[in-house]
C-alpha cells in the first residue's frame, strides 16, 4: 500500500472526536469547578531510586484512587487526597517485584497503602501551585510538599467524561518513614512523578 494510502487507512479509523485536535484545554481558569474522582487507568506514580550509585531504578504503581475539590476561582480553596495500594508496585523485574512486596522493603502486609492528603494549596504561576499535605507511608505519617501543575482540562472524547490533569513531583527520604533496607547501598532519597487525571464526579 502507498504511504499516502496507508495513512489515509488509519486515519479512517480514528474516531471523528479525535481527528479534531487535544481536547483538553491548558488554561486553568476555564476548569470546571467541582467534585472529582481518579481516573485510575491514566493515572501513574513513578518513583526513582539510586541503584549502588551505578544506574536510577524505577518503579511505578497504579490502580489509584482519591478525590478532588477543584476551584479554579480560588485555588487554596482546593482538596485533594489519593490513595496508592501498594501492591501494585511494578518495576518490569517480576522477581524483585515480589521481594518489594516482603517485609523488609514496603511490607504490604502490614501497610496495604499509601496515602496523601493535602492540607494547603498556594499558587505558584499561572498553572503552578504548591501542595502541602500529610503523606502516610509505611506506617509512618509525615508532611510532604509536590510541586504540582495543571495539564489542561476538557471532555474526553472516549469516556466522555469532564477531565482535568495533573503533573507533581516531590523527593522524600524513605528512611524518615521507617525504610532502611539496604540504606545508602540502595538510596535514601527517592524522586517521585506523578502523572493524575480526575474526572467529573
Same mark, same amino acid.
Given at each position: 500500500?502507498?504511504?499516502? %494510502?496507508?495513512?489515509?487507512? %488509519?486515519?479512517?479509523?480514528?474516531?471523528?472526536?479525535?481527528?479534531?485536535?487535544?481536547?483538553?484545554?491548558?488554561?486553568?481558569?476555564?476548569?470546571?469547578?467541582?467534585?472529582?474522582?481518579?481516573?485510575? *487507568?491514566?493515572?501513574?506514580?513513578?518513583?526513582?531510586?539510586?541503584?549502588?550509585?551505578? $544506574?536510577?531504578?524505577?518503579?511505578?504503581f497504579?490502580?489509584?484512587?482519591?478525590?478532588?475539590?477543584?476551584?479554579?476561582?480560588?485555588?487554596?480553596?482546593s482538596?485533594?487526597?489519593?490513595?496508592?495500594?501498594?501492591?501494585?508496585?511494578? $518495576?518490569? *523485574?517480576?522477581?524483585?517485584?515480589?521481594? %518489594?512486596?516482603?517485609?523488609?522493603?514496603f511490607?504490604?502486609?502490614?501497610?496495604?497503602?499509601?496515602?496523601?492528603?493535602?492540607?494547603?494549596?498556594?499558587?505558584?504561576?499561572? *498553572?503552578?501551585?504548591r501542595i502541602?499535605?500529610?503523606?502516610?507511608f509505611?506506617?509512618?505519617?509525615?508532611?510532604?510538599?509536590?510541586?504540582?501543575?495543571?495539564?489542561?482540562?476538557?471532555?474526553?472524547?472516549?469516556?466522555?467524561?469532564? $477531565?482535568?490533569?495533573? *503533573?507533581?513531583?516531590?523527593?522524600?527520604?524513605?528512611?524518615?518513614?521507617g525504610?532502611?533496607?539496604?540504606?545508602?547501598?540502595?538510596?535514601?532519597?527517592v524522586?517521585i512523578?506523578?502523572?493524575?487525571a480526575?474526572?467529573?464526579h
Amino acid at each position: 500500500m502507498r504511504p499516502v %494510502l496507508a495513512a489515509a487507512a %488509519l486515519f479512517a479509523l480514528v474516531p471523528p472526536a479525535l481527528a479534531q485536535g487535544v481536547p483538553g484545554n491548558p488554561d486553568p481558569a476555564a476548569a470546571h469547578a467541582g467534585s472529582y474522582v481518579v481516573e485510575p *487507568n491514566h493515572t501513574r506514580v513513578q518513583f526513582t531510586v539510586s541503584h549502588m550509585g551505578f $544506574t536510577e531504578w524505577y518503579g511505578d504503581f497504579t490502580g489509584v484512587s482519591g478525590t478532588l475539590a477543584l476551584d479554579p476561582a480560588h485555588p487554596a480553596a482546593s482538596r485533594v487526597a489519593v490513595t496508592i495500594p501498594v501492591a501494585s508496585v511494578s $518495576t518490569t *523485574n517480576a522477581r524483585l517485584d515480589e521481594e %518489594l512486596k516482603s517485609a523488609p522493603w514496603f511490607d504490604v502486609a502490614s501497610w496495604p497503602e499509601i496515602r496523601f492528603v493535602s492540607t494547603a494549596i498556594t499558587p505558584t504561576g499561572p *498553572n503552578s501551585a504548591r501542595i502541602t499535605g500529610a503523606l502516610t507511608f509505611h506506617g509512618v505519617t509525615r508532611p510532604v510538599v509536590l510541586q504540582a501543575s495543571f495539564m489542561g482540562g476538557g471532555v474526553n472524547p472516549l469516556s466522555k467524561a469532564y $477531565t482535568v490533569g495533573f *503533573n507533581a513531583s516531590t523527593t522524600i527520604r524513605r528512611s524518615d518513614f521507617g525504610m532502611k533496607t539496604y540504606v545508602p547501598m540502595i538510596g535514601d532519597e527517592v524522586a517521585i512523578r506523578i502523572s493524575a487525571a480526575f474526572e467529573a464526579h
